[in-house]
Each structure stands twice: as structure tokens, then as C-alpha cells.
T-cell receptor, first 115, second 113 residues
Framework: AQKVTQAQTEISVVEKEDVTLDCVYE???????LFWYKQPPSGELVFLIR??????QNEISGRYSWNFQKSTSSFNFTITASQVVDSAVYFCALSELYNTDKLIFGTGTRLQVFP | KAGVTQTPRYLIKTRGQQVTLSCSPI?????VSWYQQTPGQGLQFLFE???????NKGNFPGRFSGRQFSNSRSEMNVSTLELGDSALYLC????????????FGEGSRLTVL
């Protein structure tokens, strides 16, 4: 069975601190996709990144970076120099390679960034 | 480009009633998915439609149903509402090519009294 675990329920940081959100997944598939989504207070989920299981390269996008380690089944997300606007709930998700509309979500991590 | 539009945004129903939620995908997107979000169960996949056909269904009872129209707009229906159906229902659309990201609407928040 597929499962995504986000052990951190809530994280509070002060602006400009770096913060890492953890994600551990379980799947029997050898090929799959991993995602991160952000949910601001307005409710809609905003796509941040998609990574397929073939590609273990880390990725950096501005202040965001992602560390994918297949050996530990982890896909962690780091925000560098956090800002108040980063405050949101962040979800990690998993899908089959050819079934990306059916996402298995983790329980989310609520990030609060204080000024 | 307009985003995914869901209506109504908020609604209150009583147990036993039924409800219909609507979703208009991004123009050109032919795939529509529905998710239920509750504090207890988190985000759970309900179903996915492509070209008016249900391609995937999550683990929900038959009271939950949906459909997609020829213009890709989708509706979901919940009959015989229960208190536990209170949730944020999120609709997402994706482009024709699978493997892409989902674009979510702001959701319809259903409260069942």
C-alpha cells in the first residue's frame, strides 16, 4: 500500500530562518512521482514541485530546495530565509507513474513564520 | 487564464439531504479530479474524470458520485448526507498530458448539521 508520512504537524520559525519539512513515503512501485503542494488560508492547493523516481537530483528554485533520497524513501523540502508569506500548510504527495491525478497525500505540516 | 472555479464556496445542509457541487476546470483541461479534505482523514481522493468517463475512484461509499460534461465541467453529488461528510471538497484539473501537475480550486466547504 502507498503511504506518505509527514511527522511534523506544525513548525514555527522566525522570519529569515531556514526550515526543513520532512516527508517519508512508502510504495511497492518501482516508478512513481512525488509532489509538494502548498495550501494557503484561501484553501486551494498550489503545486510546488514534481519529481519522478528516476531522478534523484536535488532541485533548487529560488529559496526552495528539495532533497530526494530513494535509499531512505524521503523527499524533504527546505525553505531558505523564510518569509511571512511562506506561512501555509505544506503537503507531500505520492502517485503512480501513470496515474498522477490520484494523489496520496501526507497529513501536512503547518508552517508559521513570524516577523 | 482563469483558474479552477468551484461553486458554491460554502453551503450548509442537514443530515439526509443531498448536495451537488460544481467544478469548472481551466480552459483546455480535460481531466477533473475531486478530493475531500477533513481534519480527521486529511486529503482523500474521490474520483477522476476524463472525457466524460470516470477513470479512477477512491474508497468512498456509493453515496458519492460524480459526472463530467462534454465541456469538461464536472459535478459531484453526495446523497443522504451524514455528519461525517462535512468537509472541504476540492476539485482539480490537469492538462491532457498525464504526469503533470494538478491545478486546484479553492474548494466548496460543506457543513452538515
Amino acid at each position: 500500500a502507498q503511504k506518505v508520512t509527514q511527522a511534523q504537524t506544525e513548525i514555527s520559525v522566525v522570519e529569515k530562518e531556514d526550515v526543513t519539512l520532512d516527508c517519508v513515503y512508502e510504495t511497492r512501485d518501482t516508478t512513481y512521482y512525488l509532489f509538494w503542494y502548498k495550501q494557503p488560508p484561501s484553501g486551494e492547493l498550489v503545486f510546488l514541485i514534481r519529481r519522478n523516481s528516476f531522478d534523484e537530483q536535488n532541485e533548487i528554485s529560488g529559496r526552495y530546495s528539495w532533497n530526494f533520497q530513494k535509499s531512505t524513501s524521503s523527499f524533504n523540502f527546505t525553505i531558505t530565509a523564510s518569509q511571512v508569506v511562506d506561512s501555509a500548510v505544506y503537503f507531500c504527495a505520492l502517485s503512480e507513474l501513470y496515474n498522477t491525478d490520484k494523489l496520496i497525500f501526507g497529513t501536512g505540516t503547518r508552517l508559521q513564520v513570524f516577523p | 487564464k482563469a483558474g479552477v472555479t468551484q461553486t458554491p464556496r460554502y453551503l450548509i445542509k442537514t443530515r439526509g439531504q443531498q448536495v451537488t457541487l460544481s467544478c469548472s476546470p481551466i480552459s483546455g483541461h480535460r481531466s477533473v479530479s475531486w478530493y475531500q479534505q477533513t481534519p480527521g482523514q486529511g486529503l482523500q481522493f474521490l474520483f477522476e474524470y476524463f472525457s466524460e468517463t470516470q477513470r479512477n475512484k477512491g474508497n468512498f461509499p456509493g453515496r458519492f458520485s460524480g459526472r463530467q460534461f462534454s465541456n469538461s465541467r464536472s459535478e459531484m453529488n453526495v446523497s443522504t448526507l451524514e455528519l461525517g461528510d462535512s468537509a472541504l471538497y476540492l476539485c482539480a484539473s490537469s492538462p491532457l498530458d498525464r504526469g503533470g501537475e494538478l491545478f486546484f480550486g479553492e474548494g466548496s466547504r460543506l457543513t452538515v448539521l
